[in-house]
C-alpha cells in the first residue's frame, strides 16, 4: 500500500489557515502544519526525505516569502511549492514564477489542491466531494455570463483570479466567438477596478480616423463639424479598463500611437497640443494569428510584447464539448426570460445531436441556434438542421437508441439538473453575503445554515470572499 503523501502547510493558525487545513483532511494525506519559515526548516532538517508538497499560506505574500522559498529551492530543486492569498502583486507573480512556485487565489477549492497533486506525480485522489463543483457560472455586465465545465476553461478561471490583480495588458485569443470579451468582463470584474467602467472598442469596425478620435477625443474645432470637445474612450475608462477587440485589425499608424500610450500613459486629443495623463488597464483581443502577423510585418511586434504581459487563449467549443449541455440550458433560460416566452426543454436527442456538431461559429453559433429553437420550438427541425451540418463536416451521425440514454460521455438529465441547482444556490449565497457585507456569520444566520457549512459553499462555488463575486 503507498505511504500518504505528505503535505506541509507553512502558515500561523488563522482562519485562512484553517481553510485550507480542513480542505485536504477530508483526504488521506499526512498532514503538518509549522507556522512560520524559521519552522519549516526546522522540521524539513529532521526528515530523511522531504514532503511531497509544500503549501506556503503566509498573511501576507511578499518578499519574506519569496526569499523563503528561494531558500528551500535551493536545498529541494524538485520539491513543489505553493502559495496561497487573497491578492498577489504583478512583481510577486513574476518572481514565484522563477521560483517555480504555484500561485493559488484563496478560497481554493478542491479542483486547485488536485492539480498540485497530481503535479507531484503522486495519484492520490482527493477525497470523494460533491460533483457540484463540476460546473461554475459568474455573472457578467450586460446579461453576459462566465460558464466553466471543462478542465481548459476551469483552467482560464483559475490563471484569471492569478492575473486580474496584475494591472498589466492581457492579450486574449480565440476563434470568432469563444467567448473572448466575457472572458475581459471576468477579468475587469475581479479587479480592482471593478467598480471603474470597461469600455469595448471594435478596432476592425472603424477607419483610421474614427478610430483615433473615438479612443483619444477630439477638441473643438480639430475638423469640420467638431463644434465642441468630445473625450474618447481613454478618457472615460480612467482608472478603469479598455478592451481593444479585434486589435490584429488595428492600422500601423493607430499601432503607433497606442504603442505610445502604453509606454507613457499619455496621448493627445485631435487638435490639442496638450497630453492627457490617464490610468487605464488595456485588454486587447483578437482572432488572427498574431505570430503570423508579425512575420507578415502587419502589426508590431514591439506592440505585440508590450500587449502580452499575460496570455490567455480560449480553446473553441468543439474542443470543450462537455461544456454545450450546461450552454444549452443557461442560453434557453436566459433568452426565455429576456423575450418573456416559455423556457424550452433540451432533449436527450437535441443534445445528443449539439454534440457531434462541431459550431464553427462557437458561442455566437450556439446561441443563435438557441434562439431559432426557442421561437420555432420544433425539436424534430432542430435536430434535422445539426443532422445535415454534421453530414456537412463529414461526421458519422450516431443515431438516437429509443427508450434508452443516449451515450453522452460527459453529462445527463441529473446533471443538468444539479447544473441549475448550483446556478440557484450560488445566486442566493453570494446576494446574501452582499447584503450583510460578506460578513460571513451573519450570512449564515440569514440562511438558517452553520458557519462551517457556509464556508464549505463559499469554498465549493469558488465565490470571492472579498466581495467582488
Same mark, same amino acid.
Given at each position: 500500500?503507498? !505511504? ?19 480542505? &485536504?483532511?477530508?483526504?488521506? =494525506?499526512?498532514?503538518?502544519?509549522? %507556522? ?6 526546522? @522540521? ?7 514532503? #511531497? ?10 518578499g ?15 520539491? %513543489? ?8 502583486? $504583478? ?10 512556485? =504555484? ?17 507531484? #506525480?503522486?495519484?492520490? %485522489? ?15 455586465q ?13 483552467? *482560464?478561471?483559475s !490563471? ?16 470568432t466567438?469563444v ?17 471603474? %467602467?470597461?469600455?469595448?472598442v ?7 480616423? &474614427? ?7 477630439f477638441?473643438?474645432?480639430? =475638423? ?6 468630445? $473625450?474618447?474612450?481613454?478618457d ?20 503607433? +500611437?497606442?504603442?505610445?500610450?502604453? /509606454? ?45 504581459? =499575460? ?5 473553441? &467549443? ?12 443557461e ?24 454534440? /457531434? ?22 425539436e !424534430?427541425?432542430?435536430?434535422?438542421? &445539426? ?39 450560488? /445566486? ?19 440562511? +438558517? *445554515?452553520? @458557519? ?18
Open positions: 500500500m503507498n !505511504t500518504p503523501l505528505q503535505i506541509l502547510i507553512v502558515g500561523e493558525q488563522t482562519e485562512a489557515t484553517d481553510d485550507v487545513a480542513s480542505l &485536504l483532511r477530508v483526504s488521506t =494525506f499526512d498532514l503538518i502544519c509549522v %507556522p512560520n519559515s524559521a519552522e519549516c526548516v526546522a @522540521y524539513l532538517s529532521q526528515l530523511s526525505a522531504p514532503p #511531497g508538497l509544500i503549501l506556503w499560506n503566509p498573511a501576507t505574500a511578499d519574506h516569502t519569496l526569499v523563503a522559498i528561494r531558500s528551500l529551492r535551493a536545498s529541494f530543486p524538485q520539491l %513543489p511549492m505553493a502559495v496561497t492569498g487573497y491578492r498577489f502583486d $504583478p512583481p510577486f507573480i513574476d518572481e514565484a514564477a522563477k521560483s517555480g512556485a =504555484f500561485l493559488l487565489m484563496m478560497p481554493i477549492s478542491p479542483q486547485d489542491i488536485q492539480r498540485l497533486i497530481d503535479h507531484t #506525480g503522486r495519484k492520490t %485522489p482527493l477525497a470523494e466531494t460533491p460533483a457540484t463543483s463540476a460546473v461554475y457560472i459568474e455573472e457578467l450586460n446579461d453576459k455570463f462566465f460558464l466553466a465545465a471543462s478542465p481548459a476553461m476551469h483552467g *482560464i478561471l !490563471t484569471v483570479n492569478i492575473i486580474a490583480s496584475a494591472d498589466v495588458p492581457v492579450l486574449i485569443t480565440g476563434e466567438g467567448g473572448k470579451e466575457v472572458v475581459a468582463q471576468l477579468l475587469h470584474h475581479r479587479s480592482s477596478r471593478a467598480q471603474r %467602467p470597461m469600455l469595448k471594435n478596432c476592425a469596425a472603424l477607419p483610421n480616423d &474614427l478610430l483615433e478620435s473615438e479612443l483619444f477625443g477638441e473643438a474645432g480639430a =475638423f469640420t463639424g467638431a463644434t465642441k470637445a468630445k $473625450p474618447g474612450r481613454f472615460l475608462c480612467d482608472k478603469g479598463t479598455i478592451l481593444l477587440d479585434e486589435i490584429g485589425e488595428m492600422s500601423p499608424l493607430m499601432q503607433a +500611437k497606442l504603442l505610445h500610450v502604453l /509606454q507613457d500613459g499619455e496621448f493627445a486629443r485631435l487638435g490639442s497640443r496638450s497630453t492627457t495623463k490617464v490610468d487605464v488597464r488595456v485588454i486587447a483581443a483578437t482572432n488572427i494569428d498574431m505570430e503570423k502577423s508579425i512575420s507578415d510585418r502587419s502589426f508590431r511586434e514591439d506592440l505585440y510584447y508590450r500587449l502580452s504581459v =499575460f496570455v490567455l487563449h480560449i480553446p473553441p &467549443l468543439r474542443e470543450r464539448r462537455q461544456e454545450i449541455p450546461y450552454l444549452l440550458h442560453m434557453s433560460r436566459r433568452m426565455a426570460i429576456s423575450f418573456q416566452v416559455e423556457p424550452v426543454v433540451m432533449s436527450k436527442n437535441l443534445i445528443a445531436a449539439s454534440l /457531434q456538431y462541431n459550431w464553427a461559429g462557437n458561442l455566437r453559433e450556439l446561441g443563435n441556434f438557441v434562439k431559432r429553437y426557442l421561437f420555432l420550438r420544433d !424534430t427541425a432542430a435536430v434535422v438542421e &445539426l443532422e445535415s451540418k454534421i453530414m456537412q463536416q463529414g461526421v458519422t451521425i450516431v443515431p438516437p437508441v429509443k427508450n434508452s440514454e443516449p451515450e453522452l460521455s460527459i453529462v445527463g438529465l441529473k446533471s443538468m439538473v444539479r447544473a441549475t441547482k448550483i446556478t440557484t444556490e450560488t /445566486q442566493m449565497i453570494r446576494d446574501v453575503l452582499r447584503q450583510n457585507r460578506w460578513n460571513r456569520r451573519m450570512a449564515a444566520d440569514q440562511l +438558517k *445554515i452553520s @458557519y462551517k457549512a457556509l464556508l464549505y459553499k463559499i469554498r465549493e462555488y469558488e465565490l470571492d470572499i472579498t466581495g467582488v463575486a
